[in-house]
């Protein structure tokens, strides 16, 4: 108090206590390493005054970089929790952070816990099946959604001959069951033996992510007899014939180079024809 004079003078003292906000426990719930999501909740929630929020900071790199606040949903009276989806984060994979923190409505915040997880990548499944007659291969892509932020994949195809000269790039179609697939015809590429896929797969934010590849074998044609007939050495004249002849792509023609010289200065092409018996000769 003040009195008369100006003085200020002790009268008595008191105490008392303001409530702040507190909870039991903060955990990972409803993981989903395949769509890329998460739940964060925080159970036993306690706040005398009530509840203005509950806001939770999420993070998985070492600088924070792609740290992101979320605001927790009432579930009941002392459970808050929010989804966390890797779309905020940049889509990485690796351990997640989680604090949680409350502010009463009576302007009082308070740290509550903290909790962690694991978020694994996606196993995606590369498959290249061709079909009867070796003619078309199908390129399929399962479990490639990579958390739901794939806006396209492609593959790169091409054959061991010759390295990467015949690569060509696929765009594959995204199906109802999450898988992307495409069809091409070898004729684009036009060599047998070995072949190789990469898919990858084009993010949202414009980011190419490698998913994984595989490998096909393309038949090689074959011939297992070739033999000359019907030799006229007074007409100048001889045939040869081709027996044995494996494709299963089918036959589209048979070429056939012959010459005399060591230089090949008389080569000649010929085009075979094929008999009823599947033999082919010229």
Not at 13 to 23: L, N, R, W
Not at 54 to 69: H, N, T
Not at 184 to 211: E, N
Request: net charge negative; aromatic share 12%.
């Amino acid at each position: 108090a003040t009195n008369s004079a100006g003085q200020s003078v002790f009268m008595c003292a008191t105490s008392f206590e303001v409530s702040g906000i507190t909870a039991k426990s903060v955990a990972v719930t409803n993981k989903n390493d395949d769509v890329g999501q998460f739940d964060v909740t925080v159970n036993g929630i306690t706040a005398e005054s009530g509840v203005d929020s509950i806001k939770i900071a999420v993070w998985s790199k070492d600088d924070q970089s792609d740290l992101y606040w979320y605001t927790a949903t009432k579930e009941s009276d002392s459970i808050y929790s929010t989804k966390v989806s890797l779309v905020n984060h940049k889509y990485n994979y690796g351990k997640y952070f989680a604090d949680a923190y409350g502010y009463a409505k009576n302007g009082v915040s308070q740290y509550l816990g903290s909790t962690s997880v694991e978020v694994k990548r996606p196993k995606v499944q590369i498959t290249a099946k061709g079909n009867a007659n070796d003619t078309w291969y199908a390129i399929t892509a399962s479990n490639a959604g990579i958390a739901g932020s794939v806006k396209a994949v492609r593959a790169a195809v091409w054959s061991q001959k010759g390295g990467q000269d015949d690569l060509v790039w696929y765009d594959l179609s995204e199906n109802s069951d999450s898988s992307w697939a495409t069809s091409f015809q070898i004729a684009r590429h036009k060599t047998d033996g070995l072949y190789y896929v990469d898919t990858y797969a084009i993010t949202v934010d414009g980011s190419s992510l490698y998913l994984g590849g595989t490998t096909f074998t393309v038949s090689t044609p074959k011939i297992n007899q070739v033999s000359i007939t019907n030799y006229d050495e007074a007409n100048g004249t001889f045939g040869v014939k081709y027996s044995g002849i494996y494709a299963p792509a089918g036959v589209n023609n048979i070429q056939v180079a012959v010459w005399s010289t060591a230089s090949q200065s008389n080569l000649k092409w010929y085009t075979a024809s094929k008999n009823s018996d599947g033999t082919y000769q010229i």
